[in-house]
């Protein structure tokens, strides 16, 4: 059983990050969804709101689940007995980090593997900051991200 952790803030999941998860499906026999707690980076949808909205979008892919994790990654990838970590790349602008990010992840742990997709072209100038942006202006963002999470942004910035 081949499993990857595909972690995240996912503040909210978007079309890019949905892609990712498409393609590493077809990779490995599991592909674990892990939504970081992050309360530092002050995030607009609490951890159970951002749970909720990735679990409808991966309702349909069977071998897709969803879940949460606090503090160390790797102690979690352990955890949940996976071979590796699925990250997304979009631009030069990601690499320095997810570089930095995946070489110290094999530091603590060399046995897991970090792997990185590129999402469809149309998807790599999205991001949840941008996303939440232009929902937060009162703009439509039903091209980036799913239905549920643009009733969620839009439910979230009305303050209902
Ligand atoms: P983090 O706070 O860990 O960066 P994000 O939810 O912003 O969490 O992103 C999770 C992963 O998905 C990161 O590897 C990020 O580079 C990647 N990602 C985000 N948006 C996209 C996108 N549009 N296309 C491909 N990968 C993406």
């Given at each position: 059983m081949r499993t990857a952790i595909y972690p995240g803030s996912f503040?909210?999941?978007t079309n890019g990050h949905l892609d990712v998860i498409q393609r590493?499906?077809?990779?490995f026999d599991r592909v674990v969804v892990a939504v970081a707690r992050n309360e530092d980076k002050q995030p607009l949808?609490?951890?159970?709101e951002r749970l909720a909205l990735v679990k409808q979008a991966v309702h349909h892919l069977p071998d897709v689940e969803a879940?949460?994790?606090d503090g160390l990654l790797i102690e979690y990838v352990v955890?949940?007995?996976a071979q590796a970590i699925v990250r997304?790349?979009?631009a030069v602008s990601d690499f320095e980090f997810e570089f930095q990010l995946a070489l110290m992840n094999r530091k603590l742990n060399e046995n897991i593997e970090t792997i990185f997709m590129m999402?469809?072209?149309?998807?790599?100038?999205?991001?949840?900051r941008i996303v939440k942006e232009?929902?937060?202006?009162?703009?439509?963002?039903g091209a980036f991200v799913p239905a549920h999470v643009r009733t969620a942004l839009t439910n979230k910035f009305a303050g209902t």
């Amino acid at each position: 059983m081949r499993t990857a952790i595909y972690p995240g803030s996912f503040d909210p999941l978007t079309n890019g990050h949905l892609d990712v998860i498409q393609r590493a499906a077809k990779l490995f026999d599991r592909v674990v969804v892990a939504v970081a707690r992050n309360e530092d980076k002050q995030p607009l949808f609490g951890l159970d709101e951002r749970l909720a909205l990735v679990k409808q979008a991966v309702h349909h892919l069977p071998d897709v689940e969803a879940d949460t994790f606090d503090g160390l990654l790797i102690e979690y990838v352990v955890s949940r007995k996976a071979q590796a970590i699925v990250r997304g790349l979009r631009a030069v602008s990601d690499f320095e980090f997810e570089f930095q990010l995946a070489l110290m992840n094999r530091k603590l742990n060399e046995n897991i593997e970090t792997i990185f997709m590129m999402p469809k072209d149309t998807y790599t100038f999205l991001s949840s900051r941008i996303v939440k942006e232009i929902a937060r202006l009162g703009g439509d963002v039903g091209a980036f991200v799913p239905a549920h999470v643009r009733t969620a942004l839009t439910n979230k910035f009305a303050g209902t």
